[in-house]
């Protein structure tokens, strides 16, 4: 039997076709005219809105804070219950991150706790510059609850929409929220170029000065003519290409992953102390990764046992993310906690989610699950 990873990368369209085309046109310089297509492809994705195609999503949301005009010491609020990249941004600014725990539901981003946060930052002397949101696991935050606030405290908004392409809040899409959102398309996300990132920009000047910035700041001369410092952050016109047959699929690998949400939630929602989290109220989620969260008290056994037995059995699952404030690194940071991600941490497990999983391998995973040893109510 082969192993089950939690994501891997799914490479089921045109791909290789468009590669080619890359390759065979010499077009590896590394921009070209797939990188100028993905952008437009990736923008018609996200409500028209402009896009630069960049080398990550990390790169993507320091370009984003550049642009957002965050300077040394300012504060960026951003949500603990998040990937490292997202506060590590924050960091290469010189900014201080401000911590805000996530709501129960779908662990995003709690719009009351984020409210104590903007109050502190401004009661402090140092009122928020920006406020930077998750849409976790694929759900998607209440935006416009977030940049209500966001603007009455005057902080500029930047979606981290790493995880959540095609996902949707009230019909509008996830990406297309705040004044920049940040996309990835690492190996383990829901369309991958191998190694890859958009920004997305509600104006299109500031996608343009995000490629600018990009591509090392040249100034246009015949001559190399630097008036800001620049970063080598483009995306290759080969990796656009491959990302570009990648997108032609996005409908048909959602669909997928959401299946595979419905069959987890069907299969092990039933279960007394087992929860498959579920959409938040307005919106729909790409289900990039599906999560459970598992009660010791009521199921016998912890979430570590079930991770481990799925290991045995050559399954890859994953403990969601530990929150930021509990990293070594961020524990100076100011944080607002409700204990959700705290909570979530201890229980919460991500089970393979990837659209090449097949319906053989899920029942295998659903197997392993409820075959735990000491496991109860299954
Ligand atoms: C929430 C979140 N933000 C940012 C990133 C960074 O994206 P990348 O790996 O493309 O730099 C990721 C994923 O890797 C992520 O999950």
Redo the contacts with the bound molecule.
């Keep these: 039997m082969s192993r089950i990873w939690l994501s891997p990368p799914h490479l089921d369209g045109r791909e290789r076709a468009l590669l080619l085309d890359a390759f065979d046109s010499n077009w590896i310089a590394p921009l070209g005219p797939h990188v100028d297509a993905f952008e437009a492809e990736l923008g018609a994705w996200v409500e028209g809105r402009a896009v630069a195609a960049l080398s ?6 320091h370009l984003a804070l550049i642009l957002a005009g965050v300077q040394p010491g300012d504060r960026v609020v951003t949500s603990t219950f ?2 490292a ?2 506060v590590n941004a924050i960091r290469y600014v010189g900014a201080e991150p401000v911590l805000v725990d996530a709501e129960p539901v779908g662990w995003t981003m709690d719009v009351d706790l984020l409210e104590e946060a903007l109050a502190w930052c401004a009661a402090t002397g140092r009122p928020a510059r920006a406020v930077l949101p ?3 696991y694929g759900q998607v935050c209440d935006h416009p609850a977030i940049e209500a606030r966001a603007a009455a405290a005057g902080a500029v908004v930047i979606e ?1 929409a ?2 959540a392409l095609g996902s949707t809040r009230g019909g509008r899409l996830a990406g297309s929220f705040g004044a920049f959102a ?1 996309l ?3 190996g ?2 829901i369309i991958t170029t191998s ?3 958009a920004l997305v920009a509600a104006d299109s000047e500031l996608a343009a000065r995000a490629r600018f910035l990009g591509s090392q700041a040249r100034e246009p001369a015949p001559h190399y003519e630097h008036e800001h410092v620049g970063y080598n952050y483009r995306l290759s016109n080969l990796l656009a290409a491959v990302g570009r047959g990648q997108l032609e699929r996005l409908h048909a690998k959602i669909a997928t992953r959401q299946e595979h949400h419905a069959h987890y939630t069907a299969t092990l929602g039933t279960v007394e102390g087992l929860e498959v989290m579920q959409a938040l109220p307005g919106t729909v989620p790409n289900a990039w990764l599906t999560c459970i969260t598992l009660d010791p008290v009521r199921l016998g056994v912890d979430r570590e046992a079930v991770r481990l037995h799925l290991a045995g059995l050559d399954i890859e699952a994953r403990p969601v993310w530990k929150p930021m404030h509990q990293q070594p690194v961020f524990r100076d940071a100011r944080a607002f906690l409700g204990g959700v991600s705290d909570a979530a941490f201890e229980v919460g497990l991500c089970l393979p989610s990837g659209s090449s999983l097949t319906e053989v391998d899920r029942a295998r995973v659903v197997d392993a699950v409820l075959s735990t040893p000491g496991l109860r109510g299954a």
């Design positions: 990550s999503g990390t790169a993507a949301l998040t990937f990249a997202t998750v849409d976790l981290d790493a995880e940040a990835s398309f690492n383990n996300k190694g890859g990132g």
